[in-house]
């Protein structure tokens, strides 16, 4: 009887261990998504949307969790926590990559593209998808492209031509060639947090920024810069990259179905980026905190002018074939 008891409480212990291992191994996989702009972005919009396409599909085998406005880690943080598995998806500024990458360079030289639509088509040709393996050598895979429009200078006086920006202090990402498109018209060059953008602003520390209508929009920037100049003078995107080994660690079957919804959320994203480059445009005129310097032709040449020679400076490092296939998307 004695041992009766005994082979009895042995199997309710291998039972009770067998379904802590069952529970365990049914634990969904987590994808932390670290971003640093507002939930009302492009951005912000297409992290959640990817989540909810996730849940729809995946529910119970994977999660998604959004860390948006710098929360989790900023955009120089994020892709080294990526790299030690902290975090595993950010979809930083295209500007972010120069330490893994100096191809991603081209997209930050100035008036390359002549609208959105141009971006578009570079992006999705052959050369556009090829730079997404750019970083992997480094432990990182990019997989897709998210806009957020092209971007307009604003600041404490109105720049209509480069000799206005000559002295003027302009906060910029972490890039060699941002820093030498403002030296290129006399302005000086501030590498700084996005996170700190509108306190730099508000307190006079800068004299202006470059951003798209979005995020001048959504971080209020233009409640404290009394002039907005509309350049487009470059592109705004995002790099949607994840860790190598953490992309092809997953099994196939939940890969699949991950690009699937983030090739989905991308797309949603790129439309409201689109409506939202033309809406919040419109909010800022209609909250007359800001003037627009709409600039005519001859103007906006003398910035193409001035700005023009980074593409030369950068011609080496970024790739020669990578430009001319840029300026092709144009037509």
Do not use: C
Not at 41 to 61: C, H, I, W, Y
Not at 90 to 119: E, G
Not at 124 to 131: N, R
Not at 143 to 161: E, I, T
């Amino acid at each position: 009887m004695k041992r009766n008891k005994l082979v009895l409480v042995s199997l309710l212990i291998a039972v009770a261990f067998a379904a802590s291992v069952t529970i365990a191994s049914a634990a969904p996989i987590v994808i932390k998504f670290s971003h640093v702009v507002a939930e009302n972005t492009p951005k912000g919009q297409m992290a959640n949307k990817f989540a909810e396409l996730v849940d729809r599909d995946l529910s119970g085998k994977v999660k998604v969790e959004v860390f948006p406005n710098s929360q989790l880690f900023g955009d120089n943080k994020v892709l080294e926590a990526m790299i030690l598995g902290d975090v595993q998806l950010a979809a930083p500024s295209l500007s972010k990559f120069k330490k893994y990458t100096k191809s991603l360079q081209i997209f930050d030289l100035p008036f390359l593209f002549k609208d959105m639509a141009a971006v578009e088509k570079f992006q999705k040709g052959p050369v556009g998808q090829k730079l997404l393996m750019a970083t992997k050598k480094k432990g990182l895979i990019g997989l897709g492209y998210l806009h957020n429009g092209l971007k307009q200078l604003s600041a404490s006086k109105p720049l209509r031509v480069p000799g206005d920006a000559k002295g003027k202090k302009f906060r910029i990402m972490s890039s060699d060639v941002l820093a030498a498109q403002f030296k290129a018209v006399g302005a000086m060059p501030l590498k700084k947090p996005f996170s700190e953008v509108f306190t730099l602003l508000q307190t006079k520390a800068i004299d202006g920024q470059e951003n798209s209508w979005s995020n001048i929009y959504s971080k209020k920037f233009y409640e404290v810069q009394p002039y907005i100049t509309e350049s487009n003078h470059g592109v705004l995107d995002y790099f949607v990259i994840t860790s190598a080994e953490f992309w092809m660690g997953l099994p196939d079957d939940i890969r699949t179905v991950l690009k699937k919804d983030l090739d989905e959320a991308i797309a949603f994203g790129n439309k409201v980026a689109a409506e939202k480059a033309i809406g919040d445009r419109q909010k800022i005129i209609d909250s007359k905190r800001s003037t627009i310097i709409e600039l005519t032709p001859a103007e906006r040449q003398q910035w193409v002018d001035a700005m023009k020679p980074v593409w030369k400076q950068f011609e080496d490092q970024i790739g020669k074939e990578y430009i001319e296939a840029a300026v092709a998307a144009n037509k």
